[in-house]
């Protein structure tokens, strides 16, 4: 049971907007701020978003990042079929003084 | 170009050990906390321990304290997992990944990845 919940799976059509959420809690996201990785099939994770809404140099701008209290969501405004992937939300945990993932949202682009 | 190479993975029997091994290059290793974080098949990731840029400050998840010892030698760019008592559980891809600085604290971040090595606990 991870500590963030994301949904498990999302989808949507090329040009469509699709948001991932992730929900956590006071110890986690609520008081530090959010990673997002990208995980192409077959691939290692690559960092995408960090600090709640920097995008990491490369990532195009259609990729945005936000957070709210102990949530966060991770935007794509017009999917393109190189998106589909594993998406993973991190924070810090100061209970357990480490990093904490979502367990992930598999994203298909119809 | 940042580059993390690991090695050391394969079929182990439960209750064995493995070392891990993971060569950086393209950027100052010692300026930099280190990390190892595992997927399990079909699994999300799951951090598992971290090393400061100097060496002197390690940490593990609970699920690895009193199993696992991360350790670095700055002198060849190399980190380390020791892995004992393994278990089936403990079966997943490693990898050895780059925290965005020296320290360990809120405000890290994994900015690079290596490629992964499979370990396996199976009988």
């Known amino acids: 049971q991870s500590l963030l919940t994301q949904p498990p799976s999302a989808s949507g059509t090329p040009g469509q907007r699709v948001t991932i959420s992730c929900s956590g809690s006071?110890?986690?996201?609520?008081?530090?701020?959010v990673n997002w990785y990208q995980q192409l099939p077959g691939t290692a994770p690559k960092l995408l978003i960090y600090s709640n809404n920097q995008r990491t140099s490369g990532v195009p701008d259609r990729f945005s990042g936000s957070k709210s209290g102990a949530s966060a969501s991770l935007a794509f405004s017009g999917l393109q079929s190189e998106d589909e992937a594993d998406y993973y939300c991190a924070a810090w945990d100061d209970s357990l003084n480490g990093v904490v993932f979502g367990g992930g949202t598999k994203l298909t682009v119809l | 170009e940042v580059q993390l190479l690991e090695s050391g993975g394969g079929l182990v029997q439960p209750g064995g050990s493995l070392r891990l091994s993971c060569a950086a290059s393209g950027f100052t290793f010692s300026r930099y906390a280190m990390s190892w974080v595992r997927q399990g098949p079909g699994k999300g990731l799951e951090w598992v321990s971290s090393i400061s840029g100097s060496g002197s400050s390690t940490y593990y998840a609970v699920s690895v304290t009193g199993l696992f010892t991360i350790s670095r030698d700055n002198s060849k760019n190399t980190l380390y997992l020791q892995m004992n008592s393994l278990r089936a559980e403990d079966t997943a891809v490693y990898y050895c990944?780059?925290?965005?600085?020296?320290?360990?604290?809120?405000?890290?971040?994994?900015?690079?990845w290596g490629q992964g090595t499979l370990v396996t606990v199976s009988s």
């Open positions: 006071s110890s986690n996201i609520g008081s530090n701020t």
């Open positions: 990944a780059k925290f965005n600085r020296a320290g360990y604290s809120s405000g890290n971040y994994f900015d690079y």
